[in-house]
């Protein structure tokens, strides 16, 4: 008995539809991996926000505050960071990012340093590590559009680094260096005048855009090291993929219109993001709003002696992450000299998750 083969029809027939079952499962292993990249790279920026969001509630939480005569912590907005280019948060465009400059006691500073401290051990000469005294450091949080591995050509505005990416910068001064270096009457602003306000831009003229010795990565102390373009060095790297950051601050003050025991004794102004200040012997802040009843805003007066004798109540910071995928199309985006205000917007309400963490301040500085 002949048996029939298969005729060319049925062969391509068959071919077809196999073709139809491959592209099928290709389409749905395609689906399921992107699915998968998207909710690993999600829970990947999680991790890292979580992080970050706790170290700088623990480094502002211990910001040393007092009413000396220097500045202890400055907020400043001086550069355009890409498409971070907004003045007013009330504005269309995204908000420039703050540099944010304070004293505090971090546990996450430079512990030790490699010094010329060699000793004999039997036939052999070793070299040791030297405990830094003291704990209090000069730290500066700033966003920057720049390459994580390259260093910075000192200005930010004018980075052209092929692979620039929106980064976090955490920058910590020893606190040998600190004291030594940062600490001086001078280098803060100091004034013994209660009316003067020569310390206003103290930390960011006279300490952060001036020269100190640090410890490097190696763990060894460099001197006369440029701060300005040290801050935004790799080694001080904090967290990739940042393209919104931003802090509110609150200044509790007296309520000197209260007029009878039911009215509250203080009252809370908000010195919203985008706006500059200064904590020393006073408040310094040029804008500032407080929160009616009603629940609308009203200007501060941040020039009364109620508003500038206030002290620090809390802040709420917010941090945006942007996945890897976001990123990668900022990247070709930028490269390509297509990026735009529209497409960055695209790209980071697709791509994007923020953080909110809330820092309270001692309720009084020190004197």
Known sequence: MK??????????????????IVLGVLSVATSILKTYNRASGQLQNYFDANIVGNIIVED????????????????????????????SYTGNQPLRPPQIMFYAPTSLRPLFTKENTTFEIGD???????MIPGSLCAIKYQLALKSPFMESTGNEADETQYNATYSLYRAVID???????????????????????????????NVWNGTSSVVDEKGEEVSGVRLSTWAVAPENLLATNVVDFRVTFAVMYENISAVSVDDPKYKIGYIPPGVPFTVGPKILATEAYEISQGGGRMNVDVGSEEFKSGSLAFADVSVTFVSAAGAQEIQALQRSGRMNMEEFQR?????????????????????
């Not at 040393?64 to 003045?87: F, H, I, M, N």
């Not at 209660?194 to 310390?199: H, M, Q, V």
Request: aromatic share 8%.
């Open 124 to 130: 052999n000469s070793a070299r040791v590590n030297t």
């Open 60 to 87: 502002l939480e211990s910001v040393l505050l007092k009413k000396d005569g220097r500045a202890w912590l400055q907020v400043s907005y001086p550069l355009d960071v890409g498409e971070l280019k907004g003045t």
């Open 175 to 205: 606190s040998r260096s600190t004291v030594i270096d940062n600490m001086g009457s001078t280098k803060q602003g100091y004034t013994s005048n209660p009316d003067s306000e020569s310390y206003r831009y103290a930390l960011e003229n």
């Open 347 to 367: 790209i980071v309400s697709q791509n994007s998750i923020t953080i909110v963490r809330r820092i309270k301040f001692m309720t009084q500085p020190l004197y």
């Open 3 to 20: 048996k029939r083969a298969f005729t060319l029809v049925e062969l391509m027939a068959a071919s077809a539809i196999m073709s139809i």
